[in-house]
């Protein structure tokens, strides 16, 4: 008798357990890389109008299905490259004199959830995102690709599935536009279909990793605090 009750306590733990499980991954989801709830602190349009105006490192080149980049008026890309350490740090104070509360940590953090942001807009054609976030003349290449898409009536199906790595490799000022480039080294799946859903590039089942290189830059003399996108380049 007692190892019956012992059975059913057993058998009761069990489904009690179950039910937390179910509970838990209810409440807190799955993360696919395109949660929404960001808010947009890391661009301004105001700045971005003034940023433009004194930088032309805005050449574009996102990973796409059918590795099709936006283009740039001139087709040159921006030379970037991993400063020296020594470099690199006398760049990040020279930000840091012109406006002290610049903090690596932050701007990281910020500079990540942009990154997703972005690469959402984008595949999702979503403009009002994008124009708070870009430069001007980074903006107009994102729209020309983006009306090249709705043209050929394409739908775009990119997931970001992790960020792996992001740091800081470039810091320089311009007068007084500071500018700091990110490399970011993510994981994502690409794919895109054509108006009767069939994949016209792209392999819904393979993650590919993609370097990336960001430059924000911001004007100092400015009472916003926020960053915007002024060029991206990717490694083919």
């Known amino acids: 008798m007692s190892n019956s009750f012992q059975f ?5 733990f069990a489904m009690i357990a179950v039910f937390l499980i179910l509970r838990l991954r209810n409440v807190l989801g799955r993360r696919d890389g395109h949660e929404g709830g960001h808010q947009e602190s890391f661009g301004s349009h105001a700045t971005a109008k003034e940023v433009s105006e004194n930088s032309d490192k805005n050449i574009i080149q996102l990973t796409d299905g059918n590795d099709k980049s936006p283009p740039s008026e001139d087709q040159h890309e921006p030379e970037i490259h991993d400063q020296g350490e020594n470099m690199l740090t006398k760049g990040m104070e020279d930000i840091t004199n012109f406006d002290n509360t610049f903090n690596v940590e932050d701007f990281i953090v910020g500079a990540r959830v942009a990154f997703e942001m972005v690469l959402d807009a984008y595949s999702n054609h979503d403009r009002d995102t994008l ?9 107009a290449n994102f729209v020309l690709v983006i009306e090249e898409r709705e043209t050929a009536d394409q739908v775009v199906e990119d997931t970001l599935v992790g960020i792996r790595s992001s740091e800081i490799v ?3 000022m311009e007068g007084e536009l500071a500018h700091v480039t990110v490399k970011f080294a993510s994981e994502q799946v690409n794919v895109i279909r054509d108006a009767e859903g069939q994949i016209a590039s792209g392999n819904p089942n393979e993650v590919i990793t993609v370097i990336d290189f960001w430059t924000f830059a911001r004007d100092t003399r400015a009472r916003d605090p926020n960053w915007i ?3 991206t380049r990717s490694l083919d």
């Open 8 to 12: 059913i306590d057993i058998i009761l």
């Open 131 to 139: 124009e708070n976030l870009l430069s001007p003349d980074v903006l």
């Open 170 to 172: 470039e810091a320089y």
């Open 229 to 231: 996108l002024v060029a």
